[in-house]
């Protein structure tokens, strides 16, 4: 009798582990459409609560759901107009000082070099003549400059046009129909299967809000010491780089670096000597030091129980595998993960198998 069962068991998994196979990769296929539909259900997912909250205060939901596409709106144009500011504050002074900064550093950097017996000169002719070509015209020619140079596949064009558009679109549906959507999927749910899915779903939930809403504090909190160190510092551009730092700690270490680079970049620029970049070292360390030590493990918790060499293997994978919104993705969907492995460890312990 056992040995029909187990074939019977075996072909079960054996079907969904090729449904998974398949699932994963029509995903993969269909990455550039389904793009706009996995960031519309990211953001419902974060706005719905305040729907939510809205509509126990006798808020129509359709305005509450219009009310928080809005604030999403005034959010995105408000980065927007933020890195266009950083733009129109660096271009003009990368046009003025790149020159002067080539000369420093090829005499002074290359000296120290070749003691070790590197020859590096930095005042290359096709550098300086193509950074003057680039930087020559005003910010307007420079973004017509960019859209001829920057020549976009079909499925680019797509991406970011569902984006654009589709992505209200599809978050309106989702949100007004949020609770009958997920009363559906949980139908399809094996009957037997529905208090472990809803228990699962439930812990999964709750990992997620912990860790998107204490991200969301981490990067404000992060935006304002960044800012004020900066602009403290006497950087003209310290607000501007401050909160673009902040607000892309969500992308871990990538968008830190990102952040780093600009202030350094705006400290050679403006000062021109080593000041500038002691001030960038001392505000970005007692950010870093602020965030590693007290932000994330008071307002990120340590529910989420990430070893930092999982973190960098995850963002490498999912990078690999999904570009850049693999990067943006990796840390949620390990923890989402591992609310699976944690639920497989319960089952290991409470089986035979580990008593014995």
Not at 13 to 23: E, G, T, Y
Not at 246 to 256: K, N, T, W
Request: aromatic fraction near 12%; charged fraction near 15%.
């Amino acid at each position: 009798m056992n040995a029909p069962l187990l074939n019977q068991e075996a072909k079960r998994i054996l079907l969904w582990i090729v449904v998974a196979v398949a699932l994963f990769a029509a995903i993969l296929a269909l990455a550039p459409v389904l793009t706009p539909f996995l960031f519309a259900f990211i953001f419902a997912y974060i706005l719905n609560p305040g729907v939510d909250w809205l509509q126990r205060r006798r808020v129509p939901r359709a305005i509450g759901v219009t009310l928080m596409i809005l604030l999403l709106t005034v959010v995105c144009v408000m980065l927007v107009l933020l890195l266009i500011a950083v733009l129109q504050r660096e271009i003009p002074q990368v046009r003025e000082q790149l020159p002067i900064l080539l000369k420093k550093l090829n005499s002074v950097v290359s000296p120290r070099l070749a003691e070790f017996g590197v020859r590096v000169r930095f005042d290359f002719p096709g550098l300086r003549n193509m950074m003057s070509d680039r930087f020559a015209a005003s910010p307007e020619d420079l973004l017509v400059v960019l859209l001829n140079y920057v020549k976009m596949s079909g499925s680019a064009l797509i991406a970011v046009a569902g984006i654009v558009f589709i992505v209200p679109i599809v978050m309106f549906y989702l949100m007004m129909d949020w609770h009958m959507v997920m009363r559906r999927i949980e139908g399809v749910v094996p009957r037997r299967w529905v208090p472990k899915v809803r228990e699962l779903t439930n812990e999964t939930d709750a990992l997620l809000s912990q860790y998107l809403r204490g991200q969301i504090l981490v990067m404000v909190i992060l935006a304002a010491i960044y800012s004020i160190g900066l602009t403290i510092a006497g950087f003209d551009i310290g607000v501007p780089v401050g909160v673009f730092t902040g607000l892309a700690v969500f992308i871990p270490y990538i968008g830190f670096g990102v952040g780093l680079v600009m202030a350094i970049l705006a400290a050679l620029l403006q000062f021109g000597n080593w000041y500038g970049l002691a001030a960038v070292a001392v505000v970005y360390g007692f950010g870093q030091f602020i965030e590693s030590f007290y932000l994330t493990p008071r307002l990120v918790g340590e529910r989420i129980g990430l070893h930092p060499l999982v973190v960098i293997f995850a963002l490498l994978a999912f990078g690999q595998l999904f570009g850049f919104f693999g990067v943006l993705l990796a840390l949620p969907t390990c923890a989402v993960l591992l609310v699976g492995a944690r639920q497989l460890r319960r089952v290991y312990l409470a089986s035979d198998l580990y008593r014995k």
